[in-house]
Nanobody, 120 residues
Framework: QVQLVESGGGLVQPGGSLRLSCAASGSIFSINAMNWYRQSPGKQRELVAGITSDGRTNHADSVKGRFTISRDNAKNTVYLQMNSLKPEDTAVYYC??????????????WGQGTQVTVSS
């Protein structure tokens, strides 16, 4: 079995920072891209940022300059550094990856989500 587990969410004031982590575990052969999504009440789940296995990144326009995605391949972990947080960043944040259990077989995997609340 393979799984993703997020951590690091919480309540912060506008302008504050949080660092989210998502660790993959199980019978992992490899992981290509890892992604962060978020979903707030009444809105669709949206892609926040993604990172390839060799470190190429993309960030949604709404978070560019404030959020930074990174990964530690040795630990099978992806991070999301969130700075200058705004109330509109409030959401449940989910990590996602296609985890290869053997060379040519992968499992689309989602974490359980971690709540981020930005409020004064």
């Amino acid at each position: 079995q393979v799984q993703l587990v997020e951590s690091g969410g919480g309540l912060v004031q506008p302008g504050g920072s949080l660092r989210l982590s998502c660790a993959a575990s199980g019978s992992i052969f490899s992981i290509n891209a890892m992604n962060w999504y978020r979903q707030s009440p009444g809105k669709q789940r949206e892609l926040v940022a993604g990172i390839t296995s060799d470190g190429r990144t993309n960030h949604a326009d709404s978070v560019k300059g404030r959020f930074t995605i990174s990964r530690d391949n040795a630990k099978n972990t992806v991070y999301l550094q969130m700075n200058s947080l705004k109330p509109e960043d409030t959401a449940v944040y989910y990590c996602n990856a296609d985890i290869y259990v053997v060379a040519k077989l992968y499992v689309e995997t989602w974490g359980q989500g971690t709540q981020v609340t930005v409020s004064s």
